[in-house]
């Protein structure tokens, strides 16, 4: 018998988790259900959100952050329109603020999650390539990732204070070759994130940014290119457009 001692054996690799906050109730679309909760071509747009983190091959477990008050509603929904069975579902109960709901999602995940991803849900229809670029970049050491795209529109600073409305003083025109429009997922080494979120405090509406609050902490955030069909369901004409993409998609895709 060989006295050669054996390597011990490599470590598995940390999986990774999409944490999908979705306890806004969405003003700006209008009354009615929860902004998440809004239908795109029959079908939620929580759903096609938590869809779209599962294609992503890394992803094992999506965590959605529910409204308090509905938890049975949003559990019944994602039992109707279940991810990949590869895929674990778990639904927490949000807070008061999304970095609250945040910081719900992340102690939910169990001790093995390395990876985390943190993905609006009213931007439903972010494509799988951008999701998996995003993980890719963590994985490869960067501890803070976003998508983002370079800003088309000339971009203006104005004074604080103004009133909403009323005519606003310019104060700077920034140069737009130096800005970015952030998108989701984010993604992140989980220790660096949950650094941030112990270390930053949860005042006024808390923070709407995770990738800026580990920012804050002084880690590096990295950007990775966005997607344009990744932008953000905030306005009755962002349906239309989102409802179109649909549309498109089953037509050369098929779903």
Do not use: C, W, Y
């Not at 018998?1 to 999908?20: E, F, I």
């Not at 549309?247 to 098929?254: F, I, V, Y």
């Amino acid at each position: 018998m060989s006295d050669t001692a054996h390597p011990p054996a490599a470590a598995p690799a940390p999986r990774t988790a999409a944490v999908v906050p979705a306890a806004g109730r969405g003003v700006r679309l209008g009354p009615g259900a929860p902004k998440a909760l809004r239908q795109l071509n029959g079908t939620p747009m929580l759903v096609h959100a938590v869809r779209a983190m599962a294609r992503a091959r890394a992803v094992s477990l999506v965590v959605v952050v529910a409204p308090p008050d509905g938890i049975a509603e949003t559990r019944a929904l994602l039992d109707e329109h279940p991810p990949p069975a590869s895929v674990e579902l778990v639904v927490v109960p949000g807070g008061d603020t999304r970095q609250e709901s945040v910081r719900r999602g992340l102690d939910a995940l169990p001790e093995d999650i390395g990876i985390v991803l943190v993905h609006d849900a009213a931007r439903p229809l972010v494509p799988v390539e951008v999701v998996d670029s995003v993980i890719a970049a963590v994985r490869d050491g960067a501890p803070a990732v976003v998508p983002a795209l370079p800003v088309t529109d000339t971009v203006k600073q104005v004074a604080p204070g103004g009133v909403r409305g009323e005519p606003e003083p310019v104060t700077a025109t920034p140069d737009r070759s130096l800005l970015r429009a952030v998108q989701t997922p984010q993604g992140f080494d989980r220790r660096a994130l949950a650094a941030a979120h112990r270390r930053i405090p949860a005042t006024g509406e808390g923070a709407t940014d995770d990738a800026g609050m580990v920012e804050r902490t002084g880690v590096q955030v990295v950007l990775v290119p966005g997607h344009e069909e990744a932008f953000k369901v905030t306005r009755p004409l962002d349906i239309v457009l989102a409802e179109a993409v649909l549309a498109r998609r089953r037509l050369t895709d098929g779903f």
